[in-house]
């Protein structure tokens, strides 16, 4: 069985976009259980497997087990919070969206995006009906890769900074 010290290292070497995956978070989430973090062990399992459909910002924090205001939710929202275009009484307005999708899935939207040649995407949001937000949201077609790079940027910081406490 790999020492936390040793996965720890491991997981250095991959921390990259690219190498962000279900197999990867499952490592990650590994260590932090055997580190006796469960909020970021909860961060690791909701990357590969989504968040759900019903969660928002102000929530986050009881999803991940933590404070409102920690390092985990700042990173989180940093990672997977983007401004999306739409438009209200005919004029282009930004409207805030959480992408809630596990990294996998992510990855997949953006080889299926990267097949098309539209220089922007239509997510159509589900929200409940009576919910006064926007249904459909337009995105730079690089947005969901932009999404996978920080969510790799946030995880790659978080195990740099153990490795100098392993």
Known sequence: MTSPKELLAELLSWSDA????????????????ERGDTARAQWMRSERQGYGSRIEPATLANVLGTDPVSEIVRAVLRARLEHGRVMIAGVARQWPHFFV????DLRRLEEQVERGSAPTIEIEIDVPDDAAVPRVLSFPRTVFGHVIDRIALEIGDVLRSLGGSA
């Open 101 to 104: 999708e596990s990294v996998d």
């Open 18 to 33: 690219r190498s962000l995956s279900a197999d990867f978070l499952a490592r990650a989430e590994r260590l932090f259980e």
